[in-house]
């Protein structure tokens, strides 16, 4: 799966999962609370820290010939991180929390706290050539020639 030029987005994700969400709770006498969906997406989290103790010991000479390949490990923790991010979408719908944009928005508050030169853009900004123009200036200029105009490089 690595290197194939895969994208998704956060909001596909949420779209896709509050659909499914309605299939797989369907008739349930109780919808799970913030604290079921913490608990799984934390219980996926620990299955990927599991496997990645066990890569750990292909790392370090450790492993046996009792344990899993390389490979099979790194498809087991895809598959966990996955599931970790599935729940996290699901528990931040559960209290009304739009994923894309706290992952934007917290990216940035790190970058710019560190001044760093690695910002995120919602797609819409890509899409219109304005918005497109100040993103290619902020990306291009950034601890380099600041323009002294703007948030950004103010």
């Given at each position: 799966?690595?290197?194939?030029?895969?994208?998704?987005?956060?909001?596909?994700?949420?779209?896709?999962?509050?659909?499914?969400?309605?299939?797989?709770?369907?008739?349930?006498?109780?919808?799970?609370?913030?604290?079921?969906?913490?608990?799984?997406?934390?219980?996926?989290?620990?299955?990927?820290?599991?496997?990645?103790?066990?890569?750990?010991?292909?790392?370090?000479?450790?492993?046996?010939?009792?344990?899993?390949?390389?490979?099979?490990?790194?498809?087991?923790?895809a598959d966990e991180i996955a599931d970790t991010i599935i729940y996290a979408d699901l528990l931040a719908a559960h209290y009304g929390l739009n994923m894309a944009a706290a992952v934007i928005r917290k990216f940035n508050l790190v970058s710019e706290?560190?001044?760093?030169?690695?910002?995120?853009?919602?797609?819409?900004?890509?899409?219109?050539?304005?918005?497109?123009?100040?993103?290619?200036?902020?990306?291009?200029?950034?601890?380099?020639?600041?323009?002294?105009?703007?948030?950004?490089?103010?």
């Amino acid at each position: 799966m690595q290197g194939i030029g895969i994208d998704l987005s956060l909001t596909a994700l949420a779209q896709q999962n509050a659909a499914r969400v309605k299939l797989w709770h369907h008739g349930e006498t109780s919808p799970w609370s913030g604290a079921d969906w913490s608990n799984a997406m934390q219980g996926e989290a620990g299955e990927a820290g599991n496997i990645v103790k066990k890569l750990r010991r292909h790392e370090t000479g450790l492993a046996t010939a009792r344990d899993l390949t390389v490979p099979i490990l790194l498809d087991n923790l895809a598959d966990e991180i996955a599931d970790t991010i599935i729940y996290a979408d699901l528990l931040a719908a559960h209290y009304g929390l739009n994923m894309a944009a706290a992952v934007i928005r917290k990216f940035n508050l790190v970058s710019e706290r560190e001044n760093w030169p690695q910002f995120l853009y919602p797609s819409a900004w890509l899409e219109h050539p304005d918005l497109r123009d100040l993103v290619i200036h902020h990306n291009v200029t950034r601890n380099q020639v600041p323009c002294g105009g703007c948030h950004w490089c103010a």
